[in-house]
């Protein structure tokens, strides 16, 4: 989903502008702006396909026990910085976790009040099944 940007209403366009770099200055405000679907729009195939990778379901299992956490405080395996940033932006679009912003910190908490609404039981069943991969 791109954000409509009219050049007539930004001062940083000017009239001369393409429409590529108007897609590009689009592109880049999507990015920067975590997507997150509402409670209603949750599906269930990709909320479990979401946690079938053992790392993610640590991650949800560490959120769903301890609140918010910031990626530093994740306990998982001995991961690069980029492949958490994957696991976590897919725990994201599946509706799983809730990023919030505080500078240039990212910190994540589960949603937990949507899933049960969406879901009954589904957290639970996180705390649950992961305990054997949790040490």
């Known amino acids: 989903m791109y954000h409509i940007l009219c050049p007539q209403n930004n001062p940083q366009f000017e009239n ?4 590529k770099e108007l897609v590009e200055y689009a592109t880049v405000i999507d990015m920067k702006t975590p997507t997150i679907p509402m ?16 790392v993610r379901m640590k991650i949800a299992h560490c959120l769903a026990s301890s609140g918010e956490k910031n990626c530093s405080a994740f306990e998982v395996d001995h991961i690069s910085k980029s492949t958490l940033s994957h696991h976590i932006k897919i725990l994201r679009e599946a509706g799983l976790i809730r990023p919030r912003i505080e500078g240039k910190q990212h910190f994540y908490s589960l949603r937990k009040e949507d899933l049960n609404s969406r879901f009954p039981g589904l957290v639970e069943l996180i705390l649950n099944t992961t305990k054997e991969y949790v040490h």
């Open 16 to 19: 001369n502008q393409t429409l």
């Open 39 to 54: 409670a209603s729009e949750l599906n269930l195939t990709t909320v479990c396909n979401a946690l079938g990778d053992p």
